[in-house]
């Protein structure tokens, strides 16, 4: 703006000062002033891509998380882990009693705009994840003895078993011969699932 008090007057003066929004923007070169001023009244922010990877832990997504010029601080990450582990926090979402929300924060491309705070965020995975299992299982009901969290938990066990999605059936249907049967799962992710890196 060459002329800030020529830009402020003029804001002030359409009554439209109020509801500019803040957020980082992009301007191209040589844009006016008045449309800077409209820009900046529409709310037109700078968005940002956010991939979650499926079968990304909690400490994953804040990793990659971590760094992220559209964060609102930079302990964003550790407030995500923090309330994603969150007993209160979670049962709040309307997932039932849940240690976590593990499995439950789905994995998409989000579009995401500065300040980003973890709260928000985590709520939209959750909706997100809650509209996609309403889509698969509309009528609500779930397989005899068992619940939400034992089928999530299950998926994800599976999912980390095999990369390839063709196998998963068959992974899936041999841990389910395994809970019939009162066996051990004797599956590796869900030894190394809390080691650092699952290392």
Known sequence: IRTPRLFE?????SGRGGK???????????VTMLAAAHKLIKGEVREYDLTVIEGWTINEIAAALAGKPYLASPDVP???????????????????????????LFPDTYR????LEA??????????FKAVWGSLVPDGKLPVGRN???IITLASIV????????ERPLIAGVFENRLAKKMPLQSDPTTVYDLKNFD
Request: without cysteine; aromatic residues 10%.
């Open 20 to 30: 500019m929004r803040a957020g980082t923007y992009d301007f191209p070169a040589g």
């Open 112 to 115: 995401v705009e500065y300040p």
């Open 78 to 104: 550790q407030k995500f882990v923090k309330l994603a582990k969150d007993k209160i926090f979670a049962s709040s979402l309307g997932l039932g009693e849940l240690d976590s929300l593990e499995g439950f």
């Open 148 to 150: 939400l969290n034992e």
């Open 9 to 13: 007057l003029y804001v002030r003066a």
């Open 159 to 166: 999912e980390k078993e095999s990369g390839a999605a063709a």
């Open 119 to 128: 709260e928000p965020l985590i709520k939209r995975m959750v909706g997100r």
